[in-house]
Every structure is written in C-alpha cells, then in structure tokens.
C-alpha cells in the first residue's frame, strides 16, 4: 500500500523507467534514449537513475515556480540566476556514493532486479539512507541542467509536451480498446497480469501499425499524382494513434494458422490444434 505521496511519486517514476527499460532489452527495437513523465510521476532520485541507464526522464511541469536549480556549494555569484540558485550539492559526497547506484541500475539493466522494486526502498522512509541522498542531489544536479534547457530552448519544450501529449493519446486508444472492467477473479496473478497487458499493447500496436500504413499510401500516392505533401517537419507533429475510423465491436477472425510455426514453435507438424481463433 502506498502510504504518502511522496511514496507515490517513486512508484509513478520506477513505472516510467521499469517500461522504458524492458523496451530497450529485446534485440532489434529502437533505443529510447528519452521518457516524457508528469510532474506527479517525476522524483529526482528517479531522474538521476534513468541518466545512468542510459536515457533522460523528461518533466513537463506544472508549476515552473516550484523548481530550483541545484549547484554545488561553491558555486561562484551568477547575478541574473540568484532567485533561482540553490547551493545544496556536494560532488565529493556524490562520488563516495556513486558505485552504490551504478551498481542499482546495473541489477536494474541486467533484469536482477526491478525499478519498482528498488525505488520503493527510497520513500520517505529513507530519507536517512546515504544512497537516498547521493541518488537524489544527483538527480537534482542533471534536473537543473535539463530546467535551463527546458526553460531557454522553445523548441525543445514542444517537443517534451509532444511526447507527453501523444503518450497520453495512446493511454485513450488503450480505454477505447479495452472498455470494461477486468473480472474480479482475472489479473491476480502476474502471469495474468502480464497476459492481460500484453494482449492489450499487442492490440494497440496493430491499430497504430495500421494508422501508419494508411497515412503512408496517402503519402505515397500523392506524390505519384504530383499533389504537394506536408514536409518532414509538419509530419513529425502527426502521430498515427487516431481510432474513431476503426470499429472496435463484433468478432475478427485472424488467419492463425498460417503462423502456427512461429506461435507454436513446439507443435509436432501435422498436428492439429483444437479450437479456432478469433
């Protein structure tokens, strides 16, 4: 049970950084080098561990206000920073502690253990711990530099909120694909769980898949009729996640056995498999 909402915030993180990672794993699939995340699911000491794992942990916050930027102690007088100056980082402190938390994202990078798993332990329960707050001024430190280019670059902010944005049009496609409640006596199980989670993102990716092919044939027969077609730039800002063309009711029959060799790799040839599937 998630006690604080502090403790919430490293389970919204450790989610963020426990799904970016177990898509960079399987050999062939793009490399995320970025996650877009809201302020509610955004921890420093999350931030910190994603850099380490090879990709940035991008905010979009809702009140600029709140932030600071982190620098060590010594920092030398910046006139025009100084509202906004916080000299609270101390570098030695965070390399005394730093071959704990590469040896964290290496448990975390290698599968032994789980983001989820490990950033529970650094609630607000371990405030204490030295590896909680060498994690965190290090995620504060690569924060402040991310706040000076989220704040001075326009392009770039556009893009974080874009990514953020099409993350949460691809949370809606999920609710329209899977309308009603789970039963009562589904999902307890983690292999249920991760059952019912990949039939779902498998049936998201096809009706993304399918957006995609439909907006390359318009593409792709405009310029065969000589018709001028949006650049690059503006088919960046279009993201194939739009469903109210598709219908989601009745029954779909897909061709299965024609890919029984693959889905069941284990199937005797000749042997018939009991059922249809629909």
Not at 16 to 22: E, P
Not at 221 to 248: C, K, M, T, Y
């Amino acid at each position: 049970m998630i006690k604080t909402a502090r403790e919430a915030e490293f389970r919204n993180s450790a989610l963020g950084i426990d799904t970016a990672q177990h898509r960079r794993l399987p050999v062939g699939r793009a490399l995320i080098r970025s996650l877009a995340v809201d302020t509610h699911g955004h921890t420093h000491f999350g931030s910190g561990l994603a850099k380490l794992l090879g990709f940035d942990l991008y905010t979009r916050w809702h009140d600029m206000r709140g932030q600071w930027l982190h620098v060590p102690r010594d920092w030398p007088p910046e006139p025009g920073l100084e509202p906004v100056l916080m000299r609270d980082l101390d570098p030695e402190f965070i390399q005394s502690e730093l071959g704990e938390l590469l040896r964290m994202a290496a448990s975390i990078n290698d599968g032994y253990g789980s983001a989820t798993f490990l950033l529970e332990r650094f609630g607000s329960a371990a405030r204490n711990s030295k590896l909680h707050r060498a994690g965190t001024q290090w995620g504060q430190w690569w924060d402040s530099v991310y706040l000076c280019d989220y704040a001075a670059q326009p392009p770039f902010r556009r893009s974080v909120n874009r990514i953020l944005v099409r993350g949460e049009s691809v949370h809606q496609l999920e609710r329209v694909i899977h309308a009603g409640p789970i039963r009562v006596d589904r999902g307890r199980r983690r292999d249920e769980k991760v059952m019912i989670s990949g039939a779902l993102t498998l049936l998201t990716n096809a009706v993304i898949a399918y957006n995609t092919w439909k907006l390359q044939r318009v593409l792709e027969r405009s310029r065969e009729a000589g018709q001028p077609v949006p650049s690059d730039e503006i088919l960046a800002h279009i993201a194939p996640i739009a469903f109210r063309h598709i219908n989601f009711q009745g029954i779909y029959r897909f061709p299965l056995e024609r890919y029984l060799d693959r889905l069941l790799p284990s199937l005797a040839p000749g042997q018939e498999v009991v059922g249809g599937a629909k």
